[in-house]
T-cell receptor, first 115, second 112 residues
Framework: AQTVTQSQPEMSVQEAETVTLSCTYDTSESDYYLFWYKQPPSRQMILVIRQEAYKQQNATENRFSVNFQKAAKSFSLKISDSQLGDAAMYFCAYRSAEGAQKLVFGQGTRLTINP | DTEVTQTPKHLVMGMTNKKSLKCEQHMGHRAMYWYKQKAKKPPELMFVYSYEKLSINESVPSRFSPECPNSSLLNLHLHALQPEDSALYLC???????????FGPGTRLTVL
């Protein structure tokens, strides 16, 4: 079974600075998808970024980018120019490319932005 | 537009009540999901519907009964719940089961 580990329960960063959230995963599959979701206090899970395992190029969405290291099974999220609205719980998630439709989530990292 | 709507936002019910949660999407998605999320924990998958047919039931107790009347609507019928069922219930949808899931805002359920 696949597992996802987020080793940082809490992180904080100064507004306008850069922060990196860590995620590692364990799988024997070669084809899969990885996601970062954000859950602010409003509770809605919002997709931040998605990475296909077969793509070597790291995904980027505006101020959000990932460092995908397939051999190391690492998938970190970098947030540049942090804004107050980035404060949220961030979940890393894994999904197999075949068969199961289940998202496997990490335990989450709570990110605080200091003004 | 990636909007999934859920009603109600909050629900308080007694252990003998019967209530329903509703989830709706108009994106033409053919897969819909129910998740349960306890405080400070990640969401846990409960059910998956694909093309209006139940494809995954994660061994959820029978006091939770899902229903997918059409491709846009997903219900979760609740009966004889326990206080430990109090949680945030999230609905999600995707174009198909192999596509990215988009979540609704959730229903905060409290069972007294």
């Amino acid at each position: 079974a696949q597992t996802v580990t987020q080793s940082q329960p809490e992180m904080s960063v100064q507004e306008a600075e850069t922060v990196t959230l860590s995620c590692t995963y364990d799988t024997s599959e070669s084809d899969y998808y990885l996601f970062w979701y954000k859950q602010p206090p409003s509770r809605q899970m919002i997709l931040v970024i998605r990475q296909e395992a077969y793509k070597q190029q790291n995904a980027t969405e505006n101020r959000f980018s990932v460092n995908f290291q397939k051999a190391a099974k690492s998938f970190s999220l970098k947030i540049s120019d942090s804004q107050l609205g980035d404060a949220a719980m961030y979940f890393c998630a894994y999904r197999s490319a075949e068969g199961a439709q289940k998202l496997v989530f990490g335990q989450g990292t709570r990110l605080t932005i200091n003004p | 537009d990636t909007e999934v709507t859920q009603t109600p936002k909050h629900l308080v019910m007694g252990m003998t009540n019967k209530k329903s949660l509703k989830c709706e999407q108009h994106m033409g998605h053919r897969a819909m999901y129910w998740y349960k999320q306890k405080a400070k924990k990640p969401p846990e998958l409960m059910f998956v519907y694909s093309y209006e047919k139940l494809s995954i039931n994660e061994s959820v107790p029978s006091r939770f009964s899902p229903e997918c009347p059409n491709s846009s609507l997903l219900n979760l019928h609740l009966h004889a719940l326990q206080p430990e069922d109090s949680a945030l219930y999230l609905c999600a949808s995707s174009q198909a089961v192999s596509y990215t899931q988009y979540f609704g805002p959730g229903t905060r359920l409290t069972v007294l």
